[in-house]
């Protein structure tokens, strides 16, 4: 299969011309060694390499001996090597010596010498829909937070379009699949995980079973606020609740494989008395991870436009996850205890930011606006600054701006 280009290659050329060595940090399949691929000149598989693993009991330097940038695939299954690398590159004193992938967070102890100033992260997530050819790239997120307009023509996804690329998702190895392969996929990748990963990574071996039923837990909270707490009580199945000890354990190991990813809250100065609300939303890094963890289809979620709707807000996140990453931004949300929520707010490092509330309807447009407009009177712009953007995402229609200024942008128009 030929290498699709990801909006993380540029950051990786760049990174890697300024730092002795680049971790890539993603979950499994994401893409992460075709990449690396691209910029290596030499590497080691070590998930497949025995005769590697078995040399670095004996001279890990071995294994890091070959012409730079030298790819280090998988290197935390011998995490010994973290030390021999960092080592490595003080010796050589020149940047772009070597490429590090992973799929999983080793423990804390594993890095506790620290890599700065030597060793750089960067991470990588399945594809976004500009990615995986599915989006015009017609409105760029960079140029938005310049203050650009959002105006674009008509993408052509449709619903039933959006509904196959949530069940699908992002990853590189199912673009050339067929619908029922792609979702056999995805649960077999959730299947590893919950039979596999999850008592690898954690203090105990755990039971598959209620591993299965946290995920389908997380799966139907995707999108919200769900307290830990509530996906312990949410369990709701034949072996009753999970005490919230285990939950929050199982949390810590999927957020090491890279399988969740929480979108923290956005603290700005507000002009009005409303107090603000810091707890996360939770998501899969990719949205086909909670469609496999239901068991659904496309044609099930069109039958259930409420859960299709959580599912699309996380697609969205995780685009714009990947738009923001290459635009030094994050990827945030706003709720305060007055119950008004902003979907997304992202925030560059120089402090432009636009706020976003995601529609999978056109016909919820107006909802959307009426509550950016509400949201921007209560920031305080002479210290948060005025808003680059108020626009809402949704699934389909042409890309313009509305004549209060609130953009209309299509999801299939995105792009970095």
Request: glycine share 8%; aromatic share 6%; net charge positive.
């Amino acid at each position: 299969m030929a290498y699709r280009k990801r909006v993380v290659d540029a950051e990786l050329v760049r990174r890697l011309s300024s730092a002795g060595a680049i971790v890539i940090e993603g979950p499994k399949a994401c893409g992460k060694t075709a990449t690396a691929r691209r910029i290596a000149a030499s590497e080691v598989l070590l998930d497949v390499d025995q005769a590697a693993r078995r040399a670095i009991g004996v001279d890990p330097a071995l294994v890091l001996d070959g012409k730079a940038p030298r790819l280090i695939d998988e290197w935390q299954v011998a995490p010994a090597l973290w030390n021999h690398i960092r080592r490595a590159v003080d010796a050589r004193a020149k940047p772009g010596q070597f490429v590090l992938t992973g799929s999983a967070l080793p423990a804390d102890d594993v890095t506790r010498h620290t890599g700065a100033g030597r060793i750089a992260r960067l991470r990588m997530r399945p594809m976004s829909l500009y990615e995986s050819g599915h989006a015009t790239g017609a409105v760029s997120l960079k140029a938005l937070l310049g203050g650009a307009a959002a105006r674009s023509p008509d993408p052509g996804l449709k619903v039933g379009d959006l509904a196959e690329r949530i069940a699908v998702g992002g990853w590189p190895g199912l673009l050339d699949r067929g619908l029922e392969s792609s979702l056999q996929a995805n649960r077999d990748y959730l299947e590893e995980i919950r039979r596999v990963d999850v008592g690898r990574l954690g203090r105990r071996r755990r039971d598959p079973g209620k591993v299965e039923r946290f995920l389908r837990s997380l799966a139907r909270n995707t999108a919200t606020y769900a307290a830990v707490a509530t996906l312990a009580a949410d369990i709701g199945e034949s072996g009753g609740p999970i005490k919230e000890d285990t939950a929050h354990e199982y949390l810590a190991v999927l957020e090491r494989l890279m399988i969740i990813e929480d979108q923290p809250a956005w603290a700005p100065h507000l002009r009005s008395r409303s107090r603000l609300r810091s707890a996360p939303k939770r998501h899969f890094v990719d949205p086909s991870l909670a469609v496999a963890a239901l068991r659904a289809t496309p044609e099930r979620l069109l039958k259930d436009l409420n859960l299709l709707g959580f599912l699309f807000e996380s697609l969205v996140v995780r685009d714009l996850r990947i738009y923001s990453q290459a635009a030094d931004a994050q990827v945030l949300q706003y709720r305060d205890n007055t119950g008004l929520e902003i979907d997304v707010v992202v925030e560059s490092a120089d402090g432009r930011w636009a706020a976003f509330e995601v529609k999978l309807g056109f016909a919820e447009a107006e909802e959307g606006a009426a509550n950016l407009r509400r949201f921007a009177e209560r920031i305080d712009t002479r210290k948060c600054g005025a808003p680059a953007a108020l626009a809402v995402i949704v699934g389909a229609g042409y890309g313009y701006v509305r004549p209060d200024g609130v953009a209309v942008i299509p999801i299939g128009a995105f792009g970095p």
